[in-house]
C-alpha cells in the first residue's frame, strides 16, 4: 500500500508525527510526507526538525486565510493521483477538508483524518 501523508502544521501539533509514520510504515510504504503552514516561524517548532517536506503557503490576495487549506488540498488530490497514492493521510483538526475527501474517495482511494 503507497501512502501519503500530508499535515495543516497550523492546526496540529508535532507530538506524535514519528508514532503515526511509523505506524503507518507498519501498514504499507510511506511514499510522501508533506506539512504545510503560511509561516513556520509561528506553529509548533518541534515540525522544524521532523523528516518532511515543508511546504511555506504563499499569501492569497490580502489575507493568508486559507492558503494553507488550499495548498494543502491541491497537492494531496495531484499527488493521490500523479503518486498513485492507496492511502490519503490527511492530519488536521480542521473540518474545511471535506470537498477533499470525497474527491479522493470517488478516485476509490483511502483517506484518513
Do not use: Q
Not at 514519528?18 to 510511506?30: E, I, Q, T
Amino acid at each position: 500500500m503507497r501512502i501519503g501523508i500530508f499535515i495543516d502544521c497550523e492546526n496540529r501539533s508535532a507530538n506524535n508525527f514519528d508514532d503515526m509514520v511509523k505506524y503507518l510504515n507498519n501498514k504499507g510504504k510511506v511514499i510522501i510526507k508533506k506539512g504545510y503552514a503560511a509561516d513556520f516561524s509561528i506553529v509548533d517548532k518541534s515540525w522544524l526538525s521532523k523528516s518532511l517536506i515543508k511546504v511555506k503557503c504563499d499569501k492569497l490576495g490580502k489575507s493568508k486565510k486559507n492558503c494553507t487549506d488550499l495548498s494543502l488540498s491541491l497537492d494531496c488530490l495531484n499527488d493521490s493521483i500523479f503518486l498513485e497514492l492507496d492511502l490519503v493521510v490527511v492530519h488536521t483538526s480542521d473540518i474545511d477538508f471535506k470537498p477533499l475527501i470525497k474527491k479522493i474517495n470517488d478516485l476509490n482511494k483511502r483517506v484518513i483524518i
